[in-house]
């Protein structure tokens, strides 16, 4: 059983920033890739940025110079930073990762953190 808990959402103002933070826990062989996805109402999850193991990232143009994703792989936590937040940013935001386990290499997701952006 994989456990993906996240941490760090809530209201920020228009331009503020934020730290979202995630840990994996559980049995598994290694984490190959680790990411956040976030999904409004009404829409289709879609990813923010994702890394590899190896350490390569992969960006959403909506957050491409705003955002900054790291990986600590020891820790097997995943980190985003985001900056000049705006309002299309307010979302529910989904840490997840591709585990290996003893038996196959599949997507396991977190609950979600709520990052509302408001004045």
């Known amino acids: 059983q994989v456990q993906l808990v996240e941490s760090g959402g809530g209201l920020v103002q228009p331009g503020g920033s934020l730290t979202l933070s995630c840990e994996a826990s559980?049995?598994?062989?290694?984490?190959?890739?680790m990411g956040w996805y976030r999904q409004g109402s009404g829409r289709q999850r879609e990813l923010v940025a994702d890394?590899?193991?190896?350490?390569?990232?992969n960006y959403a143009d909506s957050v491409k110079g705003r955002a900054t994703i790291s990986r600590d792989n020891a820790k097997n936590t995943v980190s985003l930073q985001m900056n000049s937040l705006n309002f299309e940013d307010t979302d529910v935001y989904y840490c997840?990762?591709?585990?290996?386990?003893?038996?196959?290499?599949?997507?396991?997701w977190g609950r979600g953190t709520r990052v509302t952006v408001s004045s």
């Open positions: 997840y990762a591709y585990v290996d386990t003893t038996l196959v290499v599949a997507p396991y």
């Open positions: 559980g049995s598994f062989l290694s984490i190959k890739t």
């Open positions: 890394m590899t193991s190896a350490g390569s990232t």
